[in-house]
């Protein structure tokens, strides 16, 4: 009883609210209606659940985009025009099958370490601040940037969905944040506050969010989202009712936990609770979860599944990179941080890096620098993206101590050429085609390049790839456009063996993973396997998936009222 009243109350009192103030909507017909995700603390499912309602407003007919008005993380997304900003947003929109722009994410910032960040605004660099600098000197005007594009876009949709980041109650910082609830004041949304049952305490953690939050904060919040549940729902109901109670707030959903979705994580926090969590990172099944002391002699692994190692550099960047090797049903990943846990693998990927002479420094350190120089010298073979391709020259130079106080840092040398960091950061979509060193075929190619190293050429190599930019693609890969010329990128050894690329996003591409995949069981004495995984495909029905499961346990009448939209039936 006391949760149906609770809802009724609810819904009463936003009908009223909505026809109250039914004068000021007609004055703002083409104004977006907002709703806004916030949760109880970090990784508590704030990303996924936006996702998800971002899908289930664009399947019921509505023009939805997602909104995030600063993010802080490593994995970026390259806009359609060649802008950078968070991956989470650029999953969303894709979500919402709409080009993304910088308006759905303003400002990014890319922790570099020792405090300090890159901040990306609408796209491009602004400069490095320290976590001190950024909030005396630079907030204030974050604030209008923010604000400019949550108009911008309220303009443009039926419904713009907002993510908030960490935990709206962090008392040393709530008087100047602008990605809670000072932007939910800011976009007029209602907020609906998600905790992680899963790691437990979900009840203090919504009461003492709710205590910590001022009473106009509280009469913002419409509702709870409980999140990440295994179990019987029901033996969870008296925590509701206390929850509702105690509160005055309902409880909205309690969505179970759903594993092996297959959409990307967005920052190393979550790639390292998976890694917690499974021990190894598998494909399909996960099998051989925990095998790695099978792992340290010998090739490959021990139960026929082709054995990947990555280096988990400390400044890891952009490893959705890795995301379509979970899922071939013939792969095993393994994320690699110590020199005694690499074993002998089938292949190493060096991935990419937010700073690579500092990770390039602990490869050194680590001893992880010698098992590849031994690695590769012994046969082995290795794939470097962004980061790791630029470890793979001969020297990385930083005239202008961009990465770190070091000039010049010699690196791996199976390459002659070196890479000289500059001020102006490369970002362009782009697509072509690959073959490497031994293939007989050609394989067409798409994705992304964000970099601040440029490759000066040393001498001669192989270039496996030639790209151009992607809105141009069809004049231009093929060298027809004086204007925008194809051109050859990376590097591979005669053999293949080795081979790096500026490329992210190389292996969703699924016929060169596929066979790069081949010629590693080749080498194991294994046969060829057809490309089953369409890894794009894959994704699109993980959005549906993720819709359906939200939509069954999630009440979509309130939150479509709370929102103050009309269901199109």
Same mark, same amino acid.
């Given at each position: 009883m006391t949760v149906c009243w609770l809802r009724c109350r609810l819904v009463w009192h936003l009908i009223l609210e909505r026809l109250v103030q039914g004068l000021k909507l007609n004055e703002r017909a083409h104004k977006a209606v907002t709703l806004m995700v916030q949760g109880t603390t970090s990784d508590a499912g704030k990303s996924l659940l936006t996702t998800a309602l971002c899908r289930i407003f664009t399947q019921d007919g509505y023009r939805t985009a997602p909104f995030k008005s600063q993010n802080m993380s490593l994995n970026s997304y390259v806009t359609w025009d060649g802008k950078e900003i968070g991956r989470a947003q650029g999953m969303q929109a894709d979500a919402c099958?709409?080009?993304?722009?910088?308006?759905?994410?303003?400002? %990014? =910032?890319? +922790?570099?370490?020792?405090?300090?960040?890159?901040?990306? #605004?609408?796209? $491009?660099?602004?400069? /490095?601040?320290?976590?001190?600098?950024?909030?005396?000197?630079?907030?204030?005007?974050a604030e209008a940037i923010v604000q400019d594009a949550i108009g911008r876009l309220r303009d443009s949709y039926d419904i713009v969905v907002l993510e908030g980041a960490g935990s709206p109650v962090e008392i040393n910082l709530k008087d100047r944040e602008i990605v809670n609830m000072r932007m939910a004041a800011w976009a007029e949304a209602p907020v609906l506050l998600v905790a992680d049952i899963d790691r437990g305490g979900v009840f203090a953690s919504i009461v003492?969010?709710?205590? %910590? =939050?001022? +009473?106009?904060?509280?009469?913002?919040?419409?509702?709870? #989202?409980?999140? $990440?549940?295994?179990? /019987?729902?029901?033996l969870l109901q008296p925590g509701l009712d206390f929850l509702e109670q105690k509160t005055g707030k309902p409880v909205l959903g309690v969505i179970p936990y759903?594993?092996?979705?297959?959409?990307?994580?967005?920052?190393s926090l979550s790639l390292d609770s998976r890694v917690a969590r499974d021990g190894l990172i598998c494909s399909g099944s996960r099998a051989g979860t925990?095998?790695?002391?099978?792992?340290?002699?010998?090739?490959?692994?021990?139960?026929?599944?082709?054995?990947?190692?990555?280096?988990?550099?400390?400044?890891?960047?952009?490893?959705?990179?890795?995301?379509?090797?979970?899922?071939?049903?013939?792969?095993?990943?393994?994320?690699?941080?110590?020199?005694?846990?690499?074993?002998?693998?089938d292949a190493v990927i060096i991935p990419g890096s937010k700073n690579t002479v500092e990770d390039w420094l602990f490869l050194q350190q680590s001893g992880l620098a010698g098992r590849l120089h031994e690695y590769a010298a012994s046969g082995g073979r290795v794939a470097g993206i962004?980061?790791?391709?630029?470890?793979?020259?001969?020297?990385?130079?930083?005239?202008?101590?961009?990465?770190?106080?070091?000039?010049?840092t010699a690196a791996l040398n199976w390459f002659p050429f070196a890479v000289v960091f500059a001020a102006e950061k490369r970002t362009v979509r782009v697509q072509g085609e690959a073959r490497l060193p031994g293939w007989q075929d050609k394989?067409?190619?798409?994705?992304?390049?964000?970099?601040?190293?440029?490759?000066?050429?040393?001498?001669?190599?192989?270039?496996?790839?030639?790209?151009?930019?992607?809105?141009?693609?069809?004049?231009?890969?093929?060298?027809?456009?004086?204007?925008e010329p194809a051109y050859a990128e990376g590097a591979a050894s005669g053999d293949g063996r080795i081979w790096g690329t500026f490329l992210h996003g190389v292996l969703h591409n699924d016929d060169f993973r596929r066979a790069w995949l081949n010629e590693l069981r080749a080498a194991r004495g294994l046969q060829p396997i057809k490309p089953l995984l369409r890894f794009r495909e894959r994704?699109?029905?993980?959005?549906?998936?993720?819709?359906d499961h939200v939509r069954q346990h999630l009440d979509m009448d309130v939150i479509y009222t709370i929102a103050g939209l009309g269901r199109n039936e």
């Open positions: 099958g709409i080009a993304a722009t910088t308006d759905m994410n303003p400002i %990014l =910032l890319k +922790p570099k370490g020792n405090m300090t960040s890159q901040v990306v #605004v609408h796209g $491009k660099p602004l400069r /490095d601040y320290n976590a001190r600098a950024y909030r005396e000197e630079y907030l204030a005007e003492g969010t709710m205590e %910590l =939050l001022e +009473p106009h904060e509280r009469d913002r919040v419409a509702g709870f #989202v409980i999140n $990440k549940f295994r179990g /019987d729902v029901s759903l594993d092996a979705l297959g959409l990307e994580d967005e920052d925990g095998a790695a002391s099978g792992l340290q002699e010998g090739c490959g692994s021990p139960d026929g599944l082709l054995d990947i190692v990555v280096l988990r550099l400390p400044r890891i960047s952009n490893f959705t990179d890795i995301d379509p090797l979970y899922y071939e049903s013939d792969v095993r990943v393994r994320y690699v941080a110590e020199a005694c846990d690499f074993g002998r693998p962004c980061g790791g391709y630029e470890m793979m020259g001969s020297r990385l130079l930083d005239p202008m101590k961009i990465e770190s106080d070091k000039e010049e394989h067409p190619i798409a994705g992304y390049e964000i970099h601040m190293g440029e490759v000066r050429s040393e001498g001669d190599y192989d270039q496996p790839f030639l790209l151009a930019r992607e809105e141009a693609h069809v004049r231009t890969w093929s060298g027809q456009n004086q204007d994704r699109e029905a993980a959005f549906d998936r993720l819709a």
